[in-house]
């Protein structure tokens, strides 16, 4: 009986199961698609399925099932070898690189604190300080790559404005503007986050528009701002009592600030606002962001700007992170060098009425919500971005539409993902403090309402500034 027990095969799990009926089922809905489809575009619209299942149903890393998706299409032979290993030397890839370099010299430097301590250096009513920091939240999105990295960084500010709060019931309140703000500021800045890269990467190959720093900030962080600004003032009105709101801040005693770490302050701003300059300026000199971010990566490790070796830096850069975005962009770039995205919007033309088709108000509300619910079954924001671009935003663009419209509205539209803890790294981040926060009932109470605020936001902005932005750029 021992040996039987031993010996015996434990049966698969439910879900389990359920994933891999699923799987199988994909693998036969691909082979049974009309003749009409190439077998490439067969290939990649399977991978492409196969991916979206294991983001959403699974537990494996989002970043292993995005490059065994890749690898399948290149040892089947729908992608060649070198695109594969020509997708790390992306623009973008190098710039993800040298931006985490940059956030661990900040980090290093304490220099989100030094940009925090302003604000508290004298009384301030509670809503004036939260709507100031806001401003000082999104404004970290320009310099620091990926929300996660902005929340692991802003967590120490986090813990000092709690020692200064007039009330212990102000703590709720501000645990939930840090994250609700990095994640709907992101949208301001290219780098704020790696799904607005592999959309600028989207845009350029669907129609050919580069996207630089400047551009996407015109673009996004008037939305960015109004949607950050929106879930402060709900935050405010749902959390804080009328009396708390005006209750002031105490002014935090000055931290003496070493003489050599100040100067050290000093000297990585001066080498930041030169980076960011000459990210504004790029159209005038033709110098790639990349570059720009490299140079300014290896300037910050010498001594004058940190007293650590490369070596630590450079294990402050999130290889997994790069390693996925490389794999999404080559799954887009797939989805549109076979025909897969072509065909998926002759499918979507046959099923919406031609009336509805091309009517963009519709089709941008119905993309509207589609990205803003997309958080409920793909945690990820890169692969909530992976998904929708070539699975829903480029077909719904072969529908007649402008593909860089379609793309910015499901990327900024990722931007909301404050229903659960899991929904976001950073939400998860502040919600397992060391102290007390929030709770999943809170973030409930909180998406209610802004949900709908985000989506009209973004359908205002769809239809009557994006379009008249993107014409000016082309």
């Known amino acids: 009986m021992t040996a039987l027990t ?72 729908t992608l060649p070898e070198d695109m594969l290993f020509d997708a790390l030397g992306n623009e973008l890839i190098w710039l993800l690189l040298s931006a985490f370099i940059i956030a661990a010299v900040l980090k290093d430097a304490e220099m989100a604190q030094s940009l925090i301590a302003p604000l508290t250096r004298r009384p301030i009513r509670f809503d004036a300080f939260a709507m100031l920091l806001t401003l000082a939240i999104a404004a970290t999105g320009f310099v620091l790559p990926s929300t996660s990295g902005r929340a692991a960084l802003l967590m120490p500010v986090f813990v000092a404005l709690v020692a200064v709060m007039p009330d212990a019931r102000l703590v709720r309140p501000l645990a939930l503007i840090f994250p609700t703000v990095i994640l709907m500021s992101a949208g301001g800045s290219l780098i704020g986050a790696g799904a607005h890269l592999l959309a600028a ?53 000055p931290t003496p600030v070493p003489r050599d770490l100040r100067a050290r302050q000093h000297r990585i701003s001066l080498v930041l606002a030169s980076i960011i300059g000459l990210w504004l300026t790029a159209g005038l000199h033709g110098t790639s962001m990349a570059l720009i971010a490299l140079i300014g990566a290896l300037l910050l490790l010498t001594k004058p700007f940190t007293p650590r070796r490369p070596k630590e830096m450079f294990r402050a850069v999130d290889m997994e992170l790069l390693l996925y975005m490389a794999a999404t962009v080559l799954l887009a770039q797939a989805m549109t060098r076979t025909g897969a995205d072509r065909r998926l919007a002759e499918l979507a033309l046959s099923v919406l009425p031609p009336s509805l088709a091309g009517n963009l108000p519709v089709v941008a509300t119905l993309l509207a919500v589609i990205a803003v619910l997309a958080h409920l079954f793909i945690t990820s924001r890169s692969a909530r971005a992976a998904v929708l671009i070539p699975a829903v935003a480029l077909p719904l663009a072969g529908l007649g539409h402008d593909a860089a419209l379609m793309i910015l509205i499901a990327v900024m539209g990722t931007g909301f993902c404050q229903t659960m803890t899991a929904s976001a790294k950073p939400v998860a981040i502040f919600a397992n403090a060391d102290q007390p926060t929030f709770a999943q009932k809170d973030l409930l109470r909180l998406a209610m309402p802004l949900m709908p605020v985000v989506t009209v936001l973004l359908i205002t902005f769809a239809l009557t500034i994006w379009p008249a932005q993107l014409a000016l750029l082309r």
């Open 6 to 77: 031993l010996n015996r095969t434990p049966l698969p799990k439910p879900r389990h199961l359920l994933v891999g009926l699923a799987a199988l089922g994909i693998i036969c809905g691909g082979i049974a698609l009309p003749g009409a489809w190439p077998g490439d575009a067969r290939a990649v619209l399977v991978a492409m399925a196969l991916a979206v299942l294991g983001w959403t149903c699974t537990r494996l890393p989002e970043s292993l099932i995005a490059l065994a998706a890749v690898l399948g299409l290149v040892l089947g032979g």
């Open 201 to 253: 990467e989207s845009i350029r190959a669907a129609t050919g528009l580069r996207l630089g720093y400047l551009d996407w900030a015109a673009l996004g962080l008037p939305f960015a701002l109004l949607a950050s600004f929106a879930g402060t003032t709900l935050i405010l009105w749902l959390f804080v009592p009328t009396d708390l709101r005006r209750a002031r801040i105490r002014a935090a005693m």
